[in-house]
Structures are given as structure tokens and as C-alpha cells.
């Protein structure tokens, strides 16, 4: 998941940088409420860490910006400013939370992830697609119960594609999505790692195909009904009974 991340003040930046890459997360650092906006109109991200005191332009105009162009990226509010006011205008222009300094690493964290979930439709850090659950938090998916060993690649991918599971996603938004707009290789080596995945995924459900192709367009994670993994379940069972035979 990748954050951007709205302070000038370089020790809380670096201090907030820091927590995020020690849980895995990806972040771009910006000082000001300029840089801001430009980072938005050329990357996605799962959520923006904003400070209202801006030295360029106030953070509540950032938000207030940010919004009118129907921009829905949650935006939690790091400020000094604690008071009632301050809070109940930032929520009420759009903000989805509002956390005031000094503040707790483990505490940022929680919101962070919280915020996450519950604007992509989910209110566990586990996502359960079929036999597969895919861990959020701890960065790790089993599927029936067993481990599924990934690279950090390409758990990103999966975990990408649990958070807008049903939406077809370009090959482009994986590419932002694990490189985070630096040093991006070629297209096709989303193409590499959707075949590592999918070969993975097959060795651990006797062959279901949670990755779909759409021609053209991109890469889905699409469900499987009870029916399906069911029968998947049985043979995977006889599968590893004549192993042990």
C-alpha cells in the first residue's frame, strides 16, 4: 500500500516515514500543500497523511481542494491543532480521521489500516476470497490454511487486487502500485508476476484460477462459490493422500 505523506516539518515526516516502511508501507514525502496536489493528479494512493500548517497553503484549503475534484482518497489530518473546531471542520469538509500531535506510531498505524479497510468495503484486515485469505496486516495469505510463500512484489499485487476486488486494474496501477513511480521497468513484468501467482495459487487449491485476464484492460480477482472450492478441497485431499501412499 502506498501513502503520501503532507508535512514540512522534516523530523515528524521522517518519524511518520519511518513507522510506515518498518510495516511495509510505501510513501512519498511532500512539504508542501503544492506538491501535494501535483502528486495527485499523477499517482494513486490508498491514503494521504496531511498537516494543516502548510507553509505554502493551509492544509484545510488542501482538503477542501482535494474533495472538489472528487477526489475520495482517504485523508487523515495529522495537526497540533486539537480543538473541537478544528476537528469537526476537517471532518466535515471530507477528512476521514483526525489524529493530533504528538502521536503513537502503533495508534497512526491502526488508523492507517482502519481507514483503509472501510473505504474499500471491508471492516476485517483479513479478506477471505474463497479458500484464500489474504492478511493485511500481517502481509501474508493462506489459502486452506497453509501458507502461501510470496515476495514482497508479489503480495503487493495480490494485496491490490483483494482491496478493489471485482475492478479490472491496468497493468499501469500495479506498476505505481509496487514502484511507486521510481525506477518502473516495463509493462510486462506485471505479466511475470500475475504467472508466478496464478502458478502458486494453483499449487495450493488442486488448480483454481483466482487471477482473470480481460483482454485489453487488465487483471480482476474474481470469487468462487462454495460448490467450487469444495470440490477443489476433495481433490486436493486425494491428491495428498496418495502422496503419503
Known amino acids: 500500500?502506498?501513502?503520501?505523506?503532507?508535512?514540512?516539518?522534516?523530523?515528524?515526516?521522517?518519524?511518520?516515514?519511518?513507522?510506515?516502511?518498518s510495516d511495509g508501507l510505501l510513501c512519498h514525502l511532500v512539504e508542501t500543500g503544492t506538491e501535494a496536489l501535483g502528486m495527485l493528479k499523477f499517482y494513486d494512493y490508498e491514503a494521504v497523511i496531511l498537516d494543516l500548517g502548510l507553509p505554502d497553503i493551509d492544509g484545510i484549503e488542501i482538503l477542501s481542494r482535494i474533495r472538489s475534484i472528487k477526489n475520495m482518497t482517504p485523508i487523515i489530518i495529522l495537526s497540533g491543532l486539537s480543538?473541537?473546531?478544528?476537528?469537526?471542520k476537517c471532518l466535515t469538509l471530507g477528512a476521514d480521521d483526525y489524529l493530533t500531535k504528538p502521536f503513537s506510531?502503533?495508534?497512526?498505524?491502526?488508523?492507517?489500516?482502519?481507514?483503509?479497510?472501510?473505504?474499500?468495503?471491508?471492516?476485517?484486515?483479513?479478506?477471505?476470497?474463497?479458500?484464500?485469505e489474504i492478511d493485511l496486516k500481517q502481509r501474508c495469505v493462506k489459502i486452506y490454511g497453509n501458507e502461501m510463500p510470496l515476495t514482497s512484489k508479489e503480495y503487493s499485487i495480490l494485496e491490490l487486487m483483494?482491496?478493489?476486488?471485482?475492478?479490472?486494474?491496468?497493468?499501469?496501477?500495479?506498476?505505481?502500485?509496487?514502484?511507486?513511480?521510481?525506477?518502473?521497468?516495463?509493462?510486462?513484468?506485471?505479466?511475470?508476476?500475475?504467472?508466478?501467482?496464478?502458478?502458486?495459487?494453483?499449487?495450493?487449491?488442486?488448480?483454481?484460477?483466482?487471477?482473470?485476464?480481460?483482454?485489453?484492460?487488465?487483471?480482476?480477482?474474481?470469487?468462487?462459490?462454495?460448490?467450487?472450492?469444495?470440490?477443489?478441497?476433495?481433490?486436493?485431499?486425494?491428491?495428498?493422500?496418495?502422496?503419503?501412499?
Request: include cysteine.
Open 162 to 245: 483483494a482491496l478493489k476486488k471485482g475492478a479490472v486494474l491496468p497493468k499501469e496501477t500495479f506498476l505505481n502500485h509496487i514502484y511507486g513511480g521510481m525506477d518502473e521497468p516495463e509493462l510486462k513484468i506485471i505479466d511475470v508476476f500475475v504467472c508466478k501467482l496464478r502458478k502458486k495459487i494453483a499449487d495450493l487449491t488442486g488448480g483454481l484460477n483466482f487471477i482473470e485476464t480481460i483482454w485489453g484492460r487488465g487483471y480482476t480477482l474474481r470469487d468462487f462459490d462454495n460448490a467450487d472450492c469444495g470440490q477443489n478441497t476433495e481433490s486436493i485431499h486425494r491428491r495428498d493422500a496418495l502422496k503419503v501412499g
Open 105 to 132: 506510531k502503533i495508534e497512526l498505524l491502526a488508523r492507517i489500516y482502519a481507514i483503509i479497510r472501510r473505504t474499500s468495503g471491508h471492516s476485517s484486515s483479513v479478506i477471505n476470497i474463497g479458500p484464500m
Open 83 to 88: 480543538s473541537t473546531e478544528d476537528k469537526v
Open 1 to 21: 500500500m502506498r501513502l503520501l505523506i503532507v508535512e514540512d516539518e522534516v523530523n515528524i515526516a521522517r518519524r511518520i516515514e519511518s513507522a510506515c516502511v
